[in-house]
T-cell receptor, first 112, second 115 residues
Framework: GEDVEQSLFLSVREGDSSVINCTYTDSSSTYLYWYKQEPGAGLQLLTYIFSNMDMKQDQRLTVLLNKKDKHLSLRIADTQTGDSAIYFCAERFTGGGNKLTFGTGTQLKVEL | DTAVSQTPKYLVTQMGNDKSIKCEQNLGHDTMYWYKQDSKKFLKIMFSYNNKELIINETVPNRFSPKSPDKAHLNLHINSLELGDSAVYFC??????????????FGEGSWLTVV
């Protein structure tokens, strides 16, 4: 199957860490991505991780991949109001023509 | 310079009309895509072209016809528009259609409203 699931909403206070979770079902995925979509805007690639990695850090962003449990997470440190957006995880399959299958998206709301 | 650009950004049209959305990328990529985002924000691939050849067609109604005049352009033409076609359409591009390290870059989206 190609289901990618995310929780719909997450609310955090400014300065706290946010953790956005994603579960996927297809173990043949090669790369997993995180995209950010602000209201009325397009999709911004935040980061990605290759399936043979466990962790990737990029400034305030940390991606953790648990391939056994097919679980991906994105941690945003020191969350700011500008981080408020919808966050999508996506997986790409080998031989899939580079098709991305997106998760359902998590709406992150950062409160003062 | 915008890497993946789509026009128009907003389009309101009546049912039954035919409309086109254009997409151009200046990244030198050889693969381009169209994705659809519905009212619940769910994103799904529609088409993928590699070097002007169709490689993915995800059970999209044949009222939707992509056209790639060259590898930098992928246009989407929609015939006989229906209310259910209202969505945001995203164009995207990447270098290569298989293999490692391909990052897919998205355009800003085209908001289509059918009334």
């Amino acid at each position: 199957g190609e289901d990618v699931e995310q929780s719909l909403f997450l609310s955090v206070r400014e300065g706290d860490s946010s953790v956005i979770n994603c579960t996927y079902t297809d173990s043949s995925s090669t790369y997993l991505y995180w995209y950010k979509q602000e209201p009325g805007a397009g999709l911004q690639l935040l980061t990605y991780i290759f399936s043979n990695m466990d962790m990737k850090q990029d400034q305030r962003l940390t991606v953790l991949l648990n391939k056994k449990d097919k679980h991906l997470s994105l941690r945003i440190a020191d969350t700011q109001t500008g981080d408020s957006a919808i966050y999508f995880c996506a997986e790409r399959f080998t031989g899939g023509g580079n098709k991305l299958t997106f998760g359902t998206g998590t709406q992150l709301k950062v409160e003062l | 310079d915008t890497a993946v650009s789509q026009t128009p950004k907003y389009l309101v049209t009546q049912m039954g009309n035919d409309k086109s959305i254009k997409c151009e990328q200046n990244l030198g990529h050889d693969t381009m895509y169209w994705y659809k985002q519905d009212s619940k924000k769910f994103l799904k691939i529609m088409f993928s072209y590699n070097n002007k050849e169709l490689i993915i067609n995800e059970t999209v109604p044949n009222r939707f016809s992509p056209k790639s005049p060259d590898k930098a352009h992928l246009n989407l033409h929609i015939n006989s528009l229906e209310l259910g076609d209202s969505a945001v359409y995203f164009c995207a591009s990447s270098q290569g259609s298989t293999g490692s390290g391909n990052t897919i870059y998205f355009g800003e989206g085209s908001w289509l409203t059918v009334v």
